[in-house]
């Protein structure tokens, strides 16, 4: 499973890298839970939330439907 994140949020680098940012994978756990890292401009940005639940996690649950939620981790 961690490596379908991962593919998933390959895609996504790109997006946040041209704005100073990027997404580290921290964990994903056996009951569906996709814990990241923002990381770089991302990281104190004001709209990371919307970045997060609208870009990161649409993409993962369209992708791995088993997915249930895409939580920040500091």
Do not use: N, Y
């Not at 946040?16 to 104190?44: F, H, M, N, P, W």
């Not at 709209?47 to 609208?54: A, F, I, V």
């Amino acid at each position: 499973m961690k490596d379908k994140v991962e593919k998933v949020l390959d895609e996504i680098r790109p997006g946040l890298q041209a704005d100073g940012g990027d997404v580290e994978l921290v964990e994903v756990t056996e009951d569906g839970i996709v814990k990241v890292r923002l990381t770089g401009a991302c990281a104190g940005c004001p709209m990371s939330t919307m970045t997060l639940k609208m870009a990161i996690e649409k993409k993962i649950k369209e992708r791995i439907p088993e997915i249930k939620t895409v939580e920040q981790v500091f």
